[in-house]
């Protein structure tokens, strides 16, 4: 014989299944959004294709620029320089570690080293993601100098050494910062939907 305690034991655990069934659903639509978002955000940057519902292919528009980063150290202005030869980057949205996911203000211009004075503000925007602890991302890279080799007209990827390669952290860059910034918003958003979503099944 049911007491009325163990009927709402009953009762609960069935409105927590439909609750649990609607969050993933929902997440999933939320999820879709945010990746529009992110689209929109990196159109004039590369393209980004959607593999499933966690999983995004992003392709950065050939060739990445190098990105001059300033740094004060001891009083004195240090430079860093970043290249992403990236032809595609393979992303699992729950390998991210949205916590690391940062934005530099950078220079793409070679010459701004040289011409720099503090308080001096990049031409644009570098993300830099990295993964979980032990996740690396399925990349496509390239060899920059063989690229900047290359006439125009259609190419094999071995002629400018494309090759497979496994990443722990990559860069994407935006020349707009408003788009940067509505990537990275979207971004995080979608990398936390899809955790959530994973846990849920």
Known sequence: MHT???????L????????VLGAVTSSAQD???RVDQ????YTASGSIVVLDGQTLVIEPNMPAPVCALPREEDGKIAW???AFPLASITVPLTNVDASLVSEDRVFTNPEAPSVYKPGDQGD???VVVMGMPGKKF???IYDRDKLAHLGPGPHRSSDYG????QVEAFGLTFTDTAAAHAFVAAFRNAVMMAKVQAMAH
């Open 12 to 19: 609960f655990r069935l409105l927590l299944g439909c609750l």
């Open 80 to 82: 860093y320089r970043y």
């Open 162 to 165: 494309q090759v497979q390669d």
């Open 31 to 33: 999820i879709r959004a």
């Open 38 to 41: 992110m689209k929109t955000a």
């Open 138 to 140: 399925p990349a496509l």
């Open 4 to 10: 009325k305690g163990s009927s709402m034991k009953t």
């Open 124 to 126: 644009a925007v570098m």
